[in-house]
């Protein structure tokens, strides 16, 4: 069976369909050699992608913060309708925008997108839940707020370091990470936005702190406000999730994923992700 998947281009300012083992970017790109671009995962659900605007949002400020040519929000739209134009109705996929500097140098940048199926894996997360772990990325919890070097709150390519901190959660029988600062202060996970419930609130860190702002929290406490869930945004440490009435890592392409075990600690969600889940797919 052919694997379901779509590429599109953008090139000379035209956006092209193009067939998936199509060769399409050079050896000498700038996102392949130094990981030099940012992206963003869109959901596409029912042959639609309602959160793109967000994720457009959200591609702009990390080229701006990477000082990336950008070219358009209306190119990376069209991009986006190219590769998910016919895709099935009933297979949520996960489409990937890459932006990179291409071959840099005054050279117009690359901008690609690419759709597949969402793993079976992360279904089975967004239904069942996750083990998460705790590791620390070593940094201060206010340091990248003035270490704009340190690229803090744009959606780069270089996720190496994320994959490498999931991978030591699955050698640990966990499926996931919350990352925390030198101090022991919340910050995100390596692909999602910590959010917890205490206190009749939901909360998440601070932006702050160099993390990414979730378009998926930001649509889940925008839509718990109107329904009468109060929000917070809290510099949380890993004993507040221990004490929390539920935590979730929540994402564009997984949604809200509740934690079931916290550092080898069993907890529950006090029944509360049944109300996230259908703020959610409002
Ligand atoms: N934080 C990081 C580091 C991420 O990679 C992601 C996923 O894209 C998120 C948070 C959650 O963002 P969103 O809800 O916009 O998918």
Redesign the pocket.
Known sequence: MTALRRVALWTDGTVRAVAPDEPVVTAFDQGLGRGDGVFE?VLVTGGRTPHLD??LT?LRRSAELLELTHPGEEAVRTLVAAASADWPADVDGACRVFLTRGLGAGEPPTLLALLAAVPAETLRQRETGIAVVTLSLGVPADFRATAPWLLGGA?TLSYAV?MAAQRHAHAAGADDVVFTSLEGRLF??????VVWAADGRLHTPPVETG??A????ARLFARAEADGWPTAVTAGTVADLHEADAVWL????RGAARVTRLDGVQRDDAGLTARVAELLAR
């Open positions: 995962s967000a994720h959200r959606k994320n995100e996970g390596p692909t999602s936005t993390i990414l979730g378009t998926t929290q929540l994402s564009g392409i």
